[in-house]
């Protein structure tokens, strides 16, 4: 037999060598010296969202009411600039606060009228008021001004009908009328008349002017005063 050589069939490829695995580079930063000075720097900033006012004027002026008011008076009836800074830190411009305060003059105003009225008139009012500065002590006098000026209106008519009843002042009126327009229920002239009528608010209440006008008829028919 032949002897045949045992052939070995060799990869005419070359062996590839194997691509060397790449690692992912981590993605720089800038650090660079002018980054790293702006964020040392401080900031200036107030990280919250503006809102609206959490007390309406309303609330904040009534709130405070005894408080401005008292400064009011004593500033001359006008806003100190401090409540001003107090209205404006609240939101609310000076335009808002003197509208504001003109309201309340004239709903002290009206509120002042009805208690007048409702006790008999300014006169009878005036005599209780300047008994009871002669008559009563500084803290009596403090305890009746806080009623005097409360701005509920019931409030401030009990507290005056109270000085009326002490005073006597509504009975002094009382006699005071019977002297002015006479007696004998009639005027014995115009002046006698014109006496009578020229406070206009006792001139509101009922009974006195039908009073007055009763006689003044009277005055008439009897030739006193003409018609």
Do not use: C
């Not at 590839?16 to 002018?34: G, H, K, L, N």
């Not at 609206?52 to 904040?60: A, I, S």
């Not at 401090?82 to 004239?106: I, M």
């Not at 009206?110 to 007048?116: D, E, H, K, S, Y």
Request: overall charge negative; proline content about 2%.
């Amino acid at each position: 037999m032949e002897n045949r050589e045992a052939v070995t069939i060799e990869s005419t490829e070359e062996g590839q060598p194997q691509e060397a695995a790449i690692q992912e580079q981590p993605v720089s930063v800038d650090t660079s010296t002018e980054a790293q000075a702006e964020a040392g720097k401080p900031v200036d900033l107030d990280l919250k969202v503006d809102t609206t006012p959490t007390k309406t004027v309303d609330q904040f002026f009534e709130q405070d009411y005894d408080r401005i008011m008292d400064a009011v008076v004593s500033n001359g009836g006008q806003f100190t600039d401090e409540l001003y800074a107090e209205f404006e830190k609240n939101g609310h411009s000076r335009n808002v606060a003197d509208r504001l305060l003109e309201a309340e003059v004239a709903k002290a105003t009206l509120r002042t009228q009805q208690v007048v009225n409702a006790v008999g008139g300014q006169e009878v009012a005036q005599k209780a008021l300047q008994w009871a500065a002669a008559n009563l002590s500084e803290a009596q006098t403090a305890v009746v001004n806080k009623q005097l000026q409360s701005p509920n209106a019931e409030v401030s008519t009990m507290a005056l009908q109270s000085l009326i009843a002490q005073s006597g002042a509504a009975s002094t009126m009382v006699s005071a009328d019977t002297a002015m327009t006479g007696g004998m229920g009639y005027f014995q002239n115009e002046a006698d008349f014109d006496e009578a009528v020229k406070d206009q608010v006792r001139m509101n209440e009922d009974a006195y002017r039908e009073q007055v006008m009763s006689k003044l008829q009277r005055s008439i028919e009897m030739g006193l005063i003409q018609g």
